[in-house]
């Protein structure tokens, strides 16, 4: 009797761990999405940071903007809206300046912080300072003026005077030689860090071991 039972019986079946089956649907998962996602525009190369120049007319370019030319209003239609724009000063009310602040952008794959500082003239600068929504203090000992909507929307079509981009990732010197060559000049500045100058890109490199390099672009600093 027991034979004929066990011959009858069904063939134990072993169960996959638990493991191995979310192991397998997340493979899956991570095809599908593949599979799904939408293709990435391709980098326009102007863009990149290394590849800032100056034109025939002496005109620098660079992130995708003209130095002098491009206004606020052309970099929130490559780099979004998110963008913060404020007024700052000496603590004498000295030395006005405007400038916009993108707290994220892609270049392709680089992320960063961008900021503009915008060429407004002394009388617009200072009718905006008069008019500010509130002051605060940087920890530079700076005046921070917060504006007005109203007052800020009024420079969306003032040329950028220069633009400083702040990458996330630390460049590291194979990166910098690879990338951007060798630098014109190097020097250690008063605020103790080294600034490196590549005059055919319009560049003044700013290195810092303790956060993020920052990458000036200006029209003061030209091939000779």
Do not use: C
């Not at 052309?74 to 979004?80: I, N, Q």
């Amino acid at each position: 009797m027991s034979d004929s039972k066990n011959l009858g019986a069904k063939p134990k079946t072993k169960n996959l761990p638990v493991f191995w089956i979310l192991i397998v649907f997340s493979v899956i998962g991570f095809g599908l999405i593949l599979l799904i996602q939408p293709d990435r525009e391709p980098v326009n190369q102007e863009h990149l940071p290394w590849n800032a120049h100056f034109d025939k007319e002496g005109k620098l370019h660079a992130l995708g903007l003209t130095i002098h030319e491009s206004t606020l209003e052309d970099a929130m239609a490559l780099y979004g809206k998110d963008v913060e724009v404020k007024m700052f000063s000496k603590l004498d009310e000295s030395n006005k300046s405007l400038e916009a602040y993108f707290p994220v952008i892609y270049i392709g794959s680089i992320k960063a912080a961008l900021t503009l500082k915008l060429a407004a003239t002394q009388e617009q600068l200072n009718t905006t300072y008069d008019n500010g929504k509130k002051i605060t203090m940087t920890t530079s000992g700076e005046r921070e003026i917060e504006l007005y909507t109203s007052d800020i929307t009024k420079f969306f079509n003032t040329p950028i005077s220069s633009l400083a981009l702040i990458p996330r990732n630390n460049l590291t010197d194979r990166a910098i030689a690879k990338r951007f060559g060798e630098p014109n000049k190097k020097e250690i500045q008063s605020d103790g860090l080294p600034h490196w100058f590549f005059n055919d890109l319009g560049l003044e490199l700013i290195l810092d071991q303790k956060g993020p390099e920052a990458l000036q672009y200006t029209t003061s600093i030209a091939p000779k």
